[in-house]
């Protein structure tokens, strides 16, 4: 499956929503993750923890969100976006968050030539930061987005560092 809006919004327009606002949001129980967007580029927001992946026996993380290239809002359709954002809202289990990032990544194999692409937490409470550094999955976690020009980071009850 390729990991663009028009292919989110056919496929599945009951979990796609799309938006060109200043910002655009995901959250739930105090954790909230905002993209500020000043450009106004067109950004959907995927729910996809039991949404696009129903399956309790898969790990996955909450939203993906997807920006489209200028070009191709101009051309109302978004055959390969610029950015994707993997987002995981999570109580306290770090490591699981991070698993849930890297499951969801490697579940839509998204074009490596087509797409940057990032991967966010937003914790309830801040992770041991010794935890974070010498975690062989964290570690897992920024080789498979430094494959895809992107990056990992987190934050606690809100992450508003993105901006497009």
């Known amino acids: 499956m390729n990991c663009t809006c028009q292919e989110f ?20 129980n105090k954790r909230k993750y905002i993209l500020n967007n000043p450009s106004k580029q067109r950004v959907c927001k995927v729910t996809v923890d039991d949404c696009v992946i129903t399956s309790q026996d898969q790990c996955k993380c909450d939203y993906l969100f997807i920006v ?14 610029e950015q994707l954002y993997f987002i995981e809202l999570k109580g306290k289990d770090f490591i699981h968050a991070v698993e849930q990032l890297t499951q969801t990544i490697e579940h839509f194999k998204p074009p490596i ?4 692409v990032f991967g966010r937490v937003v914790l309830s409470k801040s992770p041991p930061v010794k935890n974070i550094e010498t ?4 570690r897992r976690l920024r080789e498979l987005l430094r494959k895809y020009q992107g990056n990992f980071d987190y934050g606690t009850r809100q992450y508003e560092k993105d901006c497009i």
């Open 9 to 28: 919004e056919t496929h599945y327009p009951h979990c796609t929503t799309s938006s060109d606002g200043k910002i655009i949001t995901a959250q739930e």
């Open 68 to 81: 489209c290239s200028p070009e191709q809002v101009e051309d109302k359709n978004c055959q390969s976006s």
């Open 113 to 116: 030539n087509q797409a940057q």
């Open 135 to 138: 975690s062989t999955k964290v």
